[in-house]
T-cell receptor, first 114, second 115 residues
Framework: AQSVTQPDIHITVSEGASLELRCNYS??????LFWYVQSPGQGLQLLLKYFSGDTLVQGIKGFEAEFKRSQSSFNLRKPSVHWSDAAEYFC????????????FGAGTILRVKS | DAGITQSPRHKVTETGTPVTLRCHQT?????MYWYRQDPGHGLRLIHYSYGVKDTDKGEVSDGYSVSRSKTEDFLLTLESATSSQTSVYFC??????????????FGPGTRLTVL
């Protein structure tokens, strides 16, 4: 079955430090890849997406992600984390093989130390 | 922000009672989805709709039904609520099916507690 794995349930980083959140998916010849962010008590906001072309994509709030087909990965990065980045982050994958659905990872909770 | 509203935003109900959650969109998007969010599970698809009166099941559809009589409204019904259905429910919309290059936009969520 199709699956999306976010190996880190919680990550804690210091303010100003760099961040990388990992995401791996099971299969999909032409995946459509997304990162969403959810602040406490809020809905999900799209950070960035990859459909095709340049494998390094830029998103909002200074985030970027790199698609690596050989590793079935779409890791999210930010060079310098701000306290306001504390939230839960979800990776999601869509593909023809997944039908009319997005498959979500379980999420990674980011804590930022001041 | 995409024009998606959910009602009610919070609800407490008792086991065995029927509950209906409403999702309303002003974007005229064809596809609408209902998810539930539980700690450690991310978002899991309950049902989705690909047009008026056209719906299909997701991965956790047992105990839930949906209806879509108008493009803008997608209703989720728990016929007889159980404590295992305590969760946060999110509605989402998209222009194209998620098997194509199309992002989903999410509503603010409904927190449901079944006592």
């Amino acid at each position: 079955a199709q699956s999306v794995t976010q190996p880190d349930i919680h990550i804690t980083v210091s303010e100003g430090a760099s961040l990388e959140l990992r995401c791996n998916y099971s299969y999909g010849a032409t995946p459509y890849l997304f990162w969403y962010v959810q602040s406490p008590g809020q809905g999900l906001q799209l950070l960035l997406k990859y459909f095709s072309g340049d494998t390094l994509v830029q998103g909002i709030k200074g985030f970027e992600a790199e698609f690596k087909r050989s590793q079935s990965s779409f890791n999210l990065r930010k060079p310098s984390v701000h306290w306001s980045d504390a939230a839960e982050y979800f990776c999601a994958v869509g593909a023809v093989e997944y039908g009319n659905k997005l498959v979500f990872g379980a999420g990674t909770i980011l804590r930022v130390k001041s | 922000d995409a024009g998606i509203t959910q009602s009610p935003r919070h609800k407490v109900t008792e086991t065995g009672t029927p509950v209906t959650l409403r999702c309303h969109q002003t974007e005229n998007h064809r596809y609408m989805y209902w998810y539930r969010q539980d700690p450690g599970h991310g978002l899991r698809l309950i049902h989705y709709s690909y047009g008026v009166k056209d719906t299909d099941k997701g991965e956790v559809s047992d105990g839930y039904s949906v209806s879509r009589s108008k493009t803008e409204d997608f209703l989720l019904t728990l016929e007889s609520a159980t404590s295992s259905q305590t969760s946060v429910y999110f509605c989402a919309i998209s222009e194209l099916p998620s098997g194509r290059a199309s992002e989903q936009f999410f509503g603010p969520g409904t927190r449901l507690t079944v006592l």
